[in-house]
């Protein structure tokens, strides 16, 4: 694993101007940080969470990196390639049966050397069980002490913080919004983003759309991401539109819309499901958006955008 072949990640991320009729007439300035366009494979939000995991890995002489996710995952998906480039050993347990047709993701991943080990539903409830890894791991041929475990999504301290380099590489400047809007699976992405924003830029308020249905716990998680309560951000739990990975009629005109207004490709898992709160939001709360200045976090994931046919 060559350490210093990270940097080739550590590069800015645009920040590009967004124009649909919906924010003209909500009289906003509306910009996106494309995380999408980091990689085209390391996408997104995932390569931040990825990166201090690897360098730890790396530190610590692993040269194995274990880690969980659907078969569709953004993350699997990410770790696969970034182990592929920076030659790590990936292993990736998955949730459920292996059906006939491989994902496009693992497909993906299985091409890029990525081992793949499935778990039934019920065992993969108890997937922390170190006997359950142990027994995965020897038949990946690896050794416990050979290997850095990644909980699902990336979503550890080591992924906070390197979700807390996400407003330096888009050159954010202080001061220059008023909100932060972004997706929240686990929060771990918010937790880095809202701890940047507290220390950096104490006016802004960073508005955090949780993807799945029932997601008041994640305020509990996200305190525990950033391990104290900071006040600076807001989480909207309902725009789920019935659930993760559930999509609605209204939320893919939105991204279709969006797409051929902006330009700009959304996945409706996460990203999606942003932009159609802040619509909603400026559409319901007129007065207070006037002349606002908001930035939304492009997140990535639109490699599992190909599942979504299939998903549905
Ligand atoms: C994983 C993911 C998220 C959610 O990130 P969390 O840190 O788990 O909240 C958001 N957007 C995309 C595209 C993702 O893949």
Same mark, same amino acid.
């Given at each position: 694993?060559?350490?210093?072949?990270?940097?080739?990640?550590? &590069?800015?991320?645009?920040?590009?101007?967004?124009?649909?009729?919906? +924010?003209?007439?909500?009289?906003?300035?509306?910009?996106?940080? &494309?995380?999408?366009?980091?990689?085209?494979?390391? +996408?997104?939000?995932?390569?931040?969470?990825?990166?201090?995991?690897?360098?730890? %890995? #790396?530190?610590?002489?692993?040269?194995?990196?274990?880690?969980?996710?659907?078969?569709?995952? /953004?993350?699997?998906?990410?770790? %696969?390639?970034?182990?592929?480039?920076? =030659?790590?050993?990936?292993? =990736?347990?998955?949730?459920?049966?292996?059906?006939?047709?491989?994902?496009?993701?693992?497909?993906?991943?299985?091409?890029?050397?990525?081992?793949?080990?499935?778990?039934?539903?019920?065992?993969?409830?108890?997937?922390?069980?170190?006997?359950?890894?142990?027994?995965?791991? +020897?038949?990946?041929?690896?050794?416990?002490?050979?290997?850095?475990?990644?909980?699902? !999504?990336?979503?550890?301290?080591?992924?906070? +913080?390197?979700?807390?380099?996400?407003?330096?590489?888009?050159?954010?400047?202080?001061?220059?919004?008023?909100?932060?809007?972004?997706?929240?699976?686990? =929060?771990?992405?918010?937790?880095?983003?809202?701890?940047?924003?507290?220390?950096?830029?104490?006016?802004?308020?960073?508005? !955090?759309?949780?993807?799945?249905?029932?997601?008041?716990?994640?305020?509990?998680?996200?305190?525990?991401?950033?391990?104290?309560?900071?006040?600076?951000?807001?989480?909207?739990?309902?725009?789920?539109?019935? =659930?993760? %990975?559930?999509?609605?009629?209204?939320?893919?005109?939105?991204?279709?819309?969006?797409?051929?207004?902006?330009?700009?490709?959304?996945?409706?898992?996460?990203?999606?499901?942003?932009?159609?709160?802040?619509?909603?939001?400026?559409?319901? /709360?007129?007065?207070?958006?006037?002349?606002? &200045?908001?930035?939304?976090?492009?997140?990535?994931?639109?490699? !599992? #955008? &190909?599942?979504?046919?299939?998903?549905?």
């Amino acid at each position: 694993m060559v350490i210093e072949s990270f940097v080739s990640l550590d &590069r800015p991320v645009p920040v590009q101007p967004i124009c649909t009729e919906w +924010s003209e007439q909500a009289g906003v300035t509306l910009d996106m940080l &494309r995380l999408d366009e980091l990689d085209p494979d390391i +996408s997104g939000n995932k390569w931040y969470k990825l990166k201090h995991n690897l360098i730890h %890995a #790396r530190e610590q002489d692993k040269t194995a990196v274990l880690s969980f996710g659907g078969a569709w995952s /953004n993350h699997i998906h990410a770790l %696969a390639a970034a182990g592929h480039r920076f =030659g790590i050993t990936t292993v =990736g347990v998955i949730r459920g049966e292996p059906s006939s047709e491989l994902t496009a993701t693992l497909i993906d991943a299985r091409r890029w050397g990525m081992q793949l080990h499935y778990l039934t539903w019920a065992d993969y409830r108890r997937k922390h069980d170190p006997d359950l890894i142990d027994k995965l791991l +020897s038949q990946s041929g690896l050794l416990p002490e050979q290997v850095h475990i990644v909980p699902e !999504g990336g979503s550890n301290r080591l992924g906070v +913080s390197g979700c807390q380099g996400i407003l330096a590489a888009g050159r954010v400047p202080p001061g220059r919004y008023d909100e932060i809007w972004l997706a929240c699976g686990t =929060g771990a992405t918010l937790a880095g983003i809202a701890l940047t924003a507290s220390e950096t830029m104490p006016d802004t308020r960073v508005k !955090g759309v949780a993807v799945l249905k029932g997601a008041d716990f994640l305020r509990a998680d996200i305190d525990r991401h950033t391990q104290r309560a900071l006040s600076n951000w807001t989480l909207l739990t309902d725009y789920h539109h019935g =659930g993760y %990975a559930r999509t609605t009629e209204a939320l893919r005109s939105l991204i279709i819309s969006f797409e051929q207004e902006a330009g700009i490709p959304l996945d409706p898992v996460y990203t999606g499901k942003v932009l159609f709160a802040l619509k909603d939001s400026l559409r319901t /709360n007129a007065a207070h958006y006037r002349s606002k &200045r908001l930035l939304v976090i492009h997140t990535g994931g639109l490699q !599992g #955008r &190909r599942g979504m046919v299939m998903q549905r």
